[in-house]
C-alpha cells in the first residue's frame, strides 16, 4: 500500500493548514526539498535582511515538524468532492480564495469609440479588469480597475498566482476626473465575484482601483459555452488571475496555478481555430514553485517497491482524472484512452456516484499535485550526494575591485546554511591565468595549494583530495577563505581563465555530479573558452543592431557550448555570478549556465559598498531554495494534442525528455503545444507534467503536476478564457531567442503584429459593435497592448544599450517565473513619501501608473523590477522627509552610491519595512539607487515609465492609436 505524508516546504514557519490524518495502515512519510535531515514544515518567502545591513535575515530552512493534525480548525476547508473527478471544471478543479479583503459588490460599464475618436484603456499594474456579471450594453463606458495590490481571486478556469504574496489593501477613495481631460484619472472602486458551480463566492486580495479616461476601450460581451460536458451552467464570467496578484490556491483536483498554467483555458478543437484566434497554445510549468504560506503543502505518495501507478500504454502517471471502472477492477487513462487492470493491492470499490470510496484519502486521486517516491526502476544509479565547488576569480581586477574578497566573506557565511551530514560535499578553488586547488584534509596542519599551469589542455592534479566531506574539512575551509584575498593582494595578473577553471572543476565532480558556483570579474582571455573582446565592435556599429543580425548577442564561439553539454551530461549545474566593472561578453558566458539548468547573476558596475550584501543574500537563496538535482522533466497530453517544444534552462537529447543537472523554485519552462488531431467539443483535454529528481538529501523524487481543460470549438469562448500573462509571457519567452539571430527592426515587428493579429481576429469575428471608430478589446487581454509597448521599451529591445546589459536580460527572461517575468517588463511604482499604513492595510502603498502624469516634485516615488529598486527624489520635497528617510538636507547630496540605513524615526522603519517586503516577495535583494532629476540617474528611472513618450518609443495613447490604425488597416484589408 502507498505511504502518504504532508509534503511540508522549506522554510521554518508552522503550516496554518494541518493535513488531514492518513487513514488507518497508511504511514505518513514527510519530505523536503532544499535540505538533508528533517524537511521544513512550511515553504514560505525568505524574508529579506534590513536594508543596509551585512547580514541577512533570509530564514535558514527550519528542521521541519511532520503535520499529522486534522484539518479541523483552518478557516477555509476544501470543497467536498460531489461529481467524478473525471468531470472537474477547472474552476472547481482548484479553488482561489483571497488572502485577505472582501470587497463590496459593483458593476462595470463598458465603453467604446464615439464619432471617430480612439478610446483607449489606461494600464493597470497587475491585474485586469473583471467580467461583467450581466452582459453590457455596447458604446456605454467602462471604468477599467487600476488595483492597489490586487488580487482578483476567482473560482475560474485558470487562477494565475506567482511566489509573492503581497498583502491586501484597503479600498481607497474614489477620485473621479472629468473624462474630457486627456490626462488619466484614478477612482477606486470594489469588484464583486458571483459563485460558481455552487461554490462560494470569492474576493480579491486587494481593492481594485478604477480609471476613467477619455481613451477608454469597448470591452465585448460574449455569449456563455452551452455545451460544456459539465452541466448547462455558462463558463465562470471572471477573470483570470492576474500573476501577481495575491491568493490562496486549495488543490482539489486541478493543480494549483502556481505550478502550470495554460495559455488559454478552453482548448481550440482545432488547428484551424487556434491560428485564426492568433493566440498561442502552450503551458507554463514551475513545478517547484513556493506555495502561499497558507496552503497545503505538496503531498508524499509512497507505493513501495512497485512503484506509482501507471498507464501500460503512455506511462502517465495515476490522476484524479483517470476514471474507474468496472467495480474498480480496471481504469481509464485521461491521457491516452487506455484501459489497464487495477493491481490487487490498490482496489477498491465504487461508490453510488462513481468515485472510488477511498478517493478522498489518496492524494493521487483527489490532488492536482503530488510527488511520488521514487523505487528503484527509476534509478540508474544510487542518488548522487550534494555536492559544491566554488570558483573564485583573483586576476588583478577581481582583487583591486573587492569582487574576490566579497566573494570569499559570501561563501564564508553561507557554510553554515550548506545540509549537513556525510552526503555533503565542498571544494574550492582560484584562478586567473592557472588555476589553484587546495588540499583541506583535516589530518593536514595547513591547506596545500595545487596549482596547474596548463589552460589549454586542463587536468586536475589529484583524483582525490580535491572535493571533501564538509564536517571533515569546514575548519581548514573557513580559514582559507579568510586567507585569499591576502594571499593574493599583489597579484598582477590580467588574464581569466575562466574556462579551463570551469573545465577543471568539471574534472573534480565529474564522479558525482553536483553545483559548480562561479565568481568572475573579467572577460575570459587566457586558455580553452577564451573570447575575444567584441565590446569596441559594439560600440561603432550601434546601426547593425537594427536593420542586421545583432551578432554580439550570438556565443562567440562553440567551444563554450561544447563544454556546456559535457557538463550537462554528467548532472554538474553551473551558476556564474559575474562581479564585473567593465565588458565581459555575458551572451557567450552565459551559454553555460543555461545549458545546464544554471543561473547568471550580474553585478554591473560591481560596487563592494552596495553589492557585496547582495551577493551573499544571492548565494544564500541559490544554496537554500528548494531544488533538485540530475533532474528529468516530461509533459504528457491527451490524445489530439502533443509537445511542440520546450523552453527553458536545459540540455535536451531526446525530443520528449529535458534533462536539467539543476533545478529549483524560481525556473519555469515553456511547453508549447501543437494539434494532431480534432478535439471533441465539450470533451477534456489532460496535461501532466512529471519531474523526476534528486533532493539534496539524496532521494529520488517524481513531482506530479495535472491540469484538465474544456475543449471548445466557439472563438469566443477562447478569447473569454485566454490568461493574458501566460499569453504574454510564452510569446516573450519565444521572442528572446529571435534577438540575437535577427534583425531588431524585424523582432520588433513580431512583437507588435502577435498584438494586432489577436485583436483583428476578436474585432472580425466576435465584436458585436461594428462601428470602424472603435477599438474593441476582449476583456481577458484588455491590457495587451500595453505590455506589448513595455515589452518594446525594453532594453533588451533597444539597439543603443550595453551589449552585456541586453545579454543579460535576455538570458534573465528566458527562464524566469510568470510574475517575475511580469516585474521585468513592467515594474511597480509607489509613492513613499507618506508612508502611513492603517490597520489591515498593505505594508506596500497602491501602485500607480507607470506616467510622469502621477509624479509631484513635492514626492518620492519606488520604481522596481525584482532585480533593481530605482528611488526618484523630487526637486521639491522637505528636507525634513529627506533627513529622515536617507540622512541627507537637500537634493543635491544625492551620493552616486546608495546603501539604505534605519535611522531612529517612525519613517525611516516604515521605508525599510517596505524594502524588506518587496525583497521577500521577489526572493531578491534588490539593489537601490537613488534618482533625481537632470541627471543619469534621472533619465533612467523616466525611461522605465513606460507609458510616457521618450527615446524607447511612443506614449501609450500614440501607441493604442498606432494599433488601432494597423487594425483597421487589416480588416479593411
Not at 510527488?371 to 577581481?398: G, H, Q, T, W
Amino acid at each position: 500500500m502507498p505511504n502518504y505524508g504532508p509534503k511540508p516546504p522549506p522554510f521554518g514557519q508552522p503550516p496554518p493548514f494541518s493535513q488531514s490524518t492518513p487513514s488507518a495502515g497508511l504511514r505518513s512519510v514527510s519530505q523536503q526539498m532544499s535540505r538533508p535531515g528533517p524537511p521544513p514544515p512550511v515553504l514560505s518567502r525568505p524574508e529579506a535582511p534590513p536594508s543596509g545591513s551585512f547580514p541577512s535575515t533570509v530564514p535558514p530552512n527550519m528542521p521541519p515538524v511532520r503535520s499529522t493534525g486534522p484539518l479541523g480548525s483552518q478557516a477555509l476547508p476544501s470543497a467536498p468532492r460531489t461529481a467524478p473527478l473525471r468531470s472537474f471544471h477547472p474552476s472547481s478543479g482548484t479553488l482561489v480564495v483571497p488572502h485577505s479583503g472582501f470587497p463590496s459588490s459593483s458593476d462595470f460599464q463598458s465603453s467604446g469609440f464615439s464619432d471617430g475618436a480612439m478610446i483607449a484603456p489606461m494600464p493597470p499594474p497587475v491585474a485586469r479588469p473583471s467580467f461583467m456579471s450581466s452582459s453590457p450594453s455596447a458604446g456605454s463606458q467602462v471604468r477599467l480597475p487600476w488595483p492597489a495590490t490586487l488580487g482578483p481571486v476567482s473560482n475560474g478556469p485558470s487562477a494565475l498566482g506567482g511566489p509573492q504574496f503581497p498583502q491586501a489593501s484597503n479600498a481607497q477613495q474614489q477620485h473621479i476626473v472629468s473624462p474630457t481631460k486627456l490626462e488619466s484619472a484614478q477612482t477606486l472602486r470594489r469588484l464583486s465575484m458571483h459563485s460558481v458551480r455552487g461554490s462560494p463566492a470569492v474576493a480579491p486580495a486587494g481593492a481594485p482601483m478604477q480609471l476613467q479616461s477619455q481613451f477608454s476601450a469597448a470591452p465585448q460581451d460574449i455569449p456563455p459555452f452551452q455545451s460544456s460536458a459539465y452541466g448547462s451552467q455558462a463558463w465562470p464570467m471572471q477573470p483570470q488571475q492576474p500573476a501577481t496578484s495575491d491568493f490562496i490556491a486549495m488543490d482539489t483536483g486541478n493543480c494549483s496555478p502556481r505550478y502550470m498554467r495554460c495559455t488559454i483555458n478552453q482548448v481550440p478543437c482545432t488547428a484551424d481555430l487556434l491560428a485564426t484566434s492568433g493566440m498561442q497554445l502552450a503551458l507554463l510549468v514551475q513545478p517547484l514553485a513556493l506555495p502561499h504560506p497558507s496552503e497545503e503543502p505538496v503531498q508524499i505518495v509512497d507505493f513501495g517497491e512497485s512503484g506509482p501507478i501507471r498507464c501500460s500504454r503512455c506511462k502517465g502517471y495515476i490522476n484524479p482524472f483517470m476514471k474507474f471502472i468496472d467495480q474498480g477492477r480496471h481504469f481509464i487513462c485521461n491521457l491516452c484512452g487506455f484501459i489497464d487492470e487495477t493491481p490487487r493491492d490498490y482496489h477498491c470499490n465504487l461508490g453510488p456516484d462513481g468515485l472510488r470510496r477511498d478517493a478522498d484519502e489518496r492524494p493521487e486521486l483527489c490532488k492536482g499535485t503530488v510527488e511520488f517516491v521514487a523505487s528503484k526502476e527509476y534509478m540508474v544509479c544510487d542518488p548522487m550526494p550534494a555536492v559544491y565547488f566554488f570558483l573564485i576569480d583573483v586576476s588583478m581586477s577581481a582583487i583591486q575591485t573587492g569582487a574576490a574578497a566579497a566573494a570569499c566573506s559570501a561563501i564564508n557565511q553561507v557554510i553554515s546554511d550548506l545540509p549537513e551530514g556525510p552526503r555533503t560535499l565542498v571544494g574550492v578553488a582560484t584562478f586567473d591565468s592557472t588555476i589553484h586547488f587546495y588540499n583541506l584534509k583535516r589530518a593536514l596542519q595547513q591547506t596545500l595549494m595545487l596549482i596547474v599551469t596548463d589552460v589549454e589542455d586542463v587536468y586536475i592534479p589529484l583524483q582525490t583530495d580535491v572535493i571533501f566531506e564538509l564536517s571533515e574539512c569546514r575548519q581548514h575551509l573557513e580559514l582559507l577563505l579568510g586567507h585569499i584575498p591576502m594571499m593574493f593582494q599583489k597579484n598582477k595578473t590580467l588574464e581569466s581563465a575562466f574556462g579551463a577553471a570551469i573545465k577543471a572543476g568539471f574534472l573534480a565532480m565529474k564522479g558525482t555530479g553536483g553545483k559548480l558556483l562561479v565568481f568572475q570579474s573579467v572577460l575570459p582571455s587566457a586558455g580553452v573558452g577564451a573570447l575575444p573582446s567584441r565590446e569596441l565592435e559594439g560600440r561603432t556599429n550601434v546601426s547593425v543592431g537594427e536593420k542586421g543580425v545583432p551578432k554580439l548577442l550570438q556565443a562567440a564561439d562553440k567551444t563554450l557550448r561544447t563544454m556546456a553539454i559535457e557538463f550537462a551530461g554528467y548532472q554538474v549545474c553551473i551558476d556564474v555570478f559575474i562581479t564585473s566593472q567593465t565588458y565581459v561578453d555575458v551572451a557567450s558566458v552565459s551559454v553555460i549556465p543555461r545549458t545546464t539548468g544554471g543561473q547568471v547573476y550580474y553585478y554591473y558596475p560591481f560596487s563592494t559598498l552596495s553589492d557585496t550584501a547582495k551577493l551573499y543574500n544571492d548565494l544564500r537563496w541559490n544554496i537554500t531554495r528548494p531544488q533538485g538535482f540530475e533532474a528529468v522533466m516530461r509533459v504528457r497530453c491527451s490524445q489530439g494534442i502533443q509537445v511542440q517544444e520546450y523552453y527553458g534552462n536545459f540540455c535536451k537529447r531526446i525530443p520528449t525528455n529535458v534533462d536539467l543537472p539543476g533545478f529549483d523554485c524560481d525556473k519555469s519552462i515553456l511547453v508549447t503545444l501543437k494539434h494532431d488531431d480534432k478535439l471533441q467539443d465539450g470533451s477534456e483535454c489532460a496535461f501532466q507534467s512529471a519531474l523526476l529528481y534528486t533532493t539534496v538529501y539524496g532521494q529520488r523524487r517524481i513531482r506530479v503536476t495535472n491540469l484538465s481543460l474544456p475543449c471548445s470549438n466557439m472563438l469566443s469562448n477562447l478569447f473569454r478564457s485566454a490568461d493574458l500573462d501566460t499569453q504574454f509571457a510564452c510569446f516573450l519567452k519565444k521572442e528572446v531567442l529571435e534577438i540575437p539571430s535577427r534583425p531588431l527592426l524585424h523582432v520588433r515587428g513580431q512583437v507588435t503584429s502577435f498584438c494586432i493579429n489577436i485583436l483583428v481576429s476578436y474585432r472580425k469575428f466576435c465584436a458585436t459593435v461594428s462601428s470602424p471608430g472603435q477599438l474593441i478589446l476582449p476583456e481577458s487581454l484588455m491590457f495587451l497592448p500595453l505590455y506589448t509597448l513595455a515589452l518594446l521599451k525594453s532594453i533588451g529591445f533597444q539597439a543603443d544599450g550595453r551589449i552585456d546589459d541586453r545579454a543579460y536580460w535576455i538570458n534573465r527572461a528566458f527562464s524566469l517565473s510568470l510574475p517575475s517575468t511580469i516585474a521585468l517588463v513592467f515594474p511597480r511604482m509607489v509613492p513613499i513619501h507618506e508612508l502611513n499604513p492603517k490597520e489591515n492595510e498593505s505594508l506596500i502603498p497602491p501602485r500607480i501608473p507607470l506616467t510622469t502624469e502621477n509624479l509631484s516634485e513635492k514626492g518620492i516615488y519606488l520604481l522596481e523590477n525584482g532585480e533593481d529598486c530605482l528611488i526618484y527624489i523630487g526637486n521639491l520635497v522637505d528636507s525634513d522627509i529627506l533627513q529622515q528617510l536617507f540622512g541627507i538636507s537637500s537634493v543635491d547630496e544625492i551620493p552616486t552610491q546608495f546603501v539604505l540605513q534605519q535611522y531612529d524615526n517612525p519613517i525611516s522603519k516604515k521605508l525599510n519595512d517596505v524594502i524588506n517586503e518587496i525583497r521577500r516577495q521577489r526572493c531578491s535583494y534588490i539593489r537601490l539607487k537613488l534618482c533625481k532629476k537632470g541627471d543619469a540617474s534621472g533619465l533612467l528611472f523616466f525611461s522605465c515609465l513606460v507609458e510616457d513618450k521618450n527615446s524607447r518609443g511612443p506614449s501609450y495613447v500614440e501607441f493604442l492609436a498606432q494599433i488601432h490604425r494597423d487594425i483597421q488597416s487589416k480588416i479593411s484589408y
